[in-house]
């Protein structure tokens, strides 16, 4: 059963439409991303699936039933990390998810804040007040304050907006931990890397619509575009672009130096044949890198606009 499905969602301020028309439901268990640029809405998006903001228009059900925002069953199901860090600077991590647990009333808080402090990777700077952390660990202690009371869905706002890379690296590593234990994630973020590492599923979103949807596989399939095969060879390049040309799959094969580089739809199940004809005339092949089109060619096609022009 879908833990989060939302339809129809709609939300304007005066004459601006910052939320349009937009529908996706979250599977128990899955990482789905919303993927779009600065201002496309996914940030008001998630402000009303997690009841901080009163939508114009549609539904949303949690776990099947139609949710009440800031009914109490609606806080203890979701874990929400918003982009501002809320935490109190002059106590230490420690501290900080010791009043939210009091707040959650959990019984085993002790217990529960340790593990929390393990997943967002902070054991060794538990005891530490939180205005002395980077400001990474103070996102990765946020992340903690919304896992205290083991959500089923957690809800994060770009959480590596603006953080140090071994942060990055952590919150990325936290989440697809808790991704397989069972926990469903609502992703949100405009850099394209992190929706392919994470994500099962992905939304693009731009202009407060839902543009396009679905697994990486499916999005880049839109695309229609061939994945890129580079083969690194000993020998001649021009006699082995000779050879890959006739394989009737490949679209183009072109050499320069001692590099061929072909394209050709579904590369992956093709190497075997691929590498036969380049060594047919005995050149070497030293070395292949296939390349497929990434979730930033999909958002090129679906809007015509690169995702990081905004
Ligand atoms: P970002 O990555 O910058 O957070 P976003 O995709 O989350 O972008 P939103 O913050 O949801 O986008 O904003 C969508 C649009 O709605 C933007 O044009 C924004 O300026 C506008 N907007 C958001 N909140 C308000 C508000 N309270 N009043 C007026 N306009 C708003």
């Known amino acids: 059963m879908a833990t989060l499905t939302c339809s129809g969602l709609r ?14 439901h979250v599977d128990e268990g899955e990482t789905y991303g919303l993927l779009g640029p600065n201002g496309a ?12 903001l009163r939508a114009d228009g549609g539904t949303i059900e949690l776990d099947g039933a139609p949710m009440h925002p800031g009914a109490r069953d609606v806080k203890a199901r979701v874990g929400y990390v ?13 501290e900080n998810l010791a009043f939210f647990a009091r707040l959650h009333r959990l019984e085993d808080a002790a ?16 005891d530490d007040r939180v205005d002395e952390y980077s400001g990474g660990m103070q996102r990765r202690c946020n992340i903690g304050v919304a896992l ?25 590593a936290a989440v697809e931990d808790l991704a397989g234990s069972g926990v469903s994630v609502l992703y949100t973020t405009h850099y394209m890397e992190e929706a392919e590492r994470l994500c099962d599923r992905v939304g693009i979103i731009d202009h407060g619509s839902l543009v396009a949807e679905g697994t990486r596989r499916e999005l880049v399939a839109l695309v229609g575009q061939d994945d890129s ?22 679209a183009t094969a072109t050499a320069s130096g001692h590099r061929v580089e072909c394209n050709v739809a579904r590369a992956g199940e093709r190497l075997p044949e691929l ?36």
């Open 11 to 24: 939300k304007t301020y005066g004459d601006l439409v910052a939320v349009a028309d937009v529908g996706f």
């Open 41 to 52: 809405g996914k940030t008001t998006t998630i402000s009303m699936l997690v009841g901080l």
């Open 82 to 94: 918003p982009q501002e860090i809320a935490l109190y600077p002059d106590l230490t991590g420690r």
């Open 111 to 126: 217990a529960r804040i340790d593990e929390v402090l393990e997943v967002t990777g902070l054991r060794d700077r538990a």
């Open 148 to 172: 205290l009371h083991r959500p089923r869905l957690l809800v994060l706002d770009e959480p590596t907006v603006g953080v140090d890379p071994q942060s990055r690296d952590a919150i990325l």
């Open 229 to 250: 095969v580079l083969l690194e060879v000993d020998g001649s390049a021009e006699a082995v672009a000779a050879a890959l040309a006739e394989v009737p799959e490949v």
């Open 275 to 310: 590498l036969a004809a380049a060594t047919r005339d005995g050149a070497v092949v030293m070395g292949v890198t296939v390349t497929e089109p990434d979730l930033e060619s999909v958002f090129l096609h679906v809007t015509g606009r690169a995702l990081r022009d905004h």
